[in-house]
């Protein structure tokens, strides 16, 4: 959840982690070490220039290998980019993501679980040697999705 604060300030609440933090200026904040270093190093990449109070809460813990970083990142990239006004498709988004991912947080990362949370759905997503990535939503019946729906558990 994203809120509008009056302080000039950009705090970070997450629930799960049980971390709260509040800055001024974001812009010299360390993000090695920081528990906070998605929501962190996104702020940072868009520039972040509002006041806002950003509420994070999540059932998956970091590090478990279920997409749930690359989810957290795509979100608040999306959440962000909505609140300022900054079109941005699925494509960028999970770019955006990845590159954050990889480059500014320099995590051994692919790019599958950036685009998986960018897109939603059942897709076959294509990553070609050029550097193109192509989704491709899986078109199921109704019966068939109802089925996978009601087998399957995350």
């Not at 982690?17 to 090695?32: M, V």
């Not at 993501?97 to 051994?108: D, E, Y």
Request: aromatic fraction near 6%.
């Amino acid at each position: 959840m994203l809120g509008k604060r009056t302080d000039n300030r950009i705090q970070v609440i997450s629930s799960d982690l049980r971390i709260c933090e509040t800055w001024k200026d974001i812009a010299n904040k360390e993000l090695e070490g920081s528990a906070l270093e998605i929501p962190l190093a996104v702020l940072k990449e868009v520039n972040c220039d509002v006041a806002v109070d950003l509420f994070l809460a999540s059932e998956i813990p970091p590090g478990t290998g279920l997409g749930s970083s690359a989810s957290v990142c795509v979100n608040i990239l999306k959440t962000l980019t909505t609140y300022v006004q900054q079109p941005i498709s699925k494509y960028q988004l999970a770019e955006k993501a990845f590159h954050i991912a990889r480059r500014v947080l320099r995590k051994q990362v692919g790019k599958q679980d950036e685009y998986a949370a960018a897109f939603g759905g059942l897709n076959y997503i294509s990553f070609n040697p050029d550097g193109n990535t192509v989704v491709e939503p899986v078109k199921q019946e109704p019966e068939i999705i109802r089925e996978l729906e009601s087998n399957l558990m995350l």
